[in-house]
């Protein structure tokens, strides 16, 4: 019967022991998934039919040349983006002299348009004295892309409305495209330069 007793009372201890700590382990885990979904980054890939630029898996790399695979979370510090660098192959089969990448921030519409750094590579034909090099990106070439060359005045324009740590995903869009036969790509469209003003592209009927 005191044996019964003590057995009771053991157990009710150790009911009351864990209703004491049953709210800090679920505090705790929490916490533990609120931080991993703070540090937790993603790189994704808005393509579209015909685009003349492929990233591949294997082609991206953050924090110490660590890879990363697109669509897929990974860890990150609150500088990440000057961490990334990744491999642009010229899928099409003609000569790449002039392209635009825009890094589209979708987080930011939370807060008005979606901000959007472009990176510029080559020279446009009709642009006089263009302040970026030339470019020549044969089919299959590979161009590598590094934000960290950049990192200072994304950070600048991203943070006129968020806090670069604040964000965790980014998605690689390709914008105009110019190859060396005078044609020219955007959004899934071919364009031939206007021989009127090269300046302008018109539509390839």
């Known amino acids: 019967m005191v044996r019964s007793l003590r057995f009771l009372g053991d157990w009710k201890a150790t009911v009351r022991l864990l209703l004491i700590l049953s709210p800090l382990i679920f505090f705790t885990d929490c916490s533990v998934i609120i931080a991993k979904q703070e ?3 993603t790189i994704e890939r808005r393509q579209v ?23 897929e ?12 660098v990744f491999e642009l192959t010229n899928t099409s089969k003609k000569e790449v002299i002039f392209l635009e990448l825009h890094v589209n921030f979708p987080e930011t519409k939370s807060s008005g ?3 959007s750094y472009v990176f510029y590579f080559g020279q446009r034909p009709g642009i006089p004295a263009p302040k970026t090099k ?3 990106l044969m089919p299959d070439q590979n161009l590598t892309v590094t934000f960290a ?4 005045r994304m950070k600048s324009f ?6 670069v740590k604040s964000l965790r995903k980014f998605e690689i869009k390709t ?3 110019v190859f060396a036969d005078g044609t020219a790509w955007m959004a899934a469209s071919f364009y031939r330069q206007d021989p009127d003003n090269p300046r302008r592209y018109i539509p390839i009927d």
Do not use: C
Request: charged residues 35%; negative net charge; without cysteine.
């Open 39 to 41: 540090t937790s980054k």
């Open 49 to 71: 039919p015909t685009d003349p630029l492929d990233i591949s898996s294997g082609q991206i790399s953050v924090r110490e040349g660590k890879p990363v695979r697109l669509n």
């Open 73 to 84: 979370d990974f860890e990150g510090g609150d500088d990440w983006l000057s961490e990334v």
């Open 113 to 115: 348009n979606e901000m």
């Open 134 to 136: 030339p470019l020549s």
């Open 149 to 152: 060359d950049k990192y200072d």
């Open 158 to 163: 991203l943070e006129k409305r968020h806090a």
């Open 175 to 177: 914008g105009f495209v």
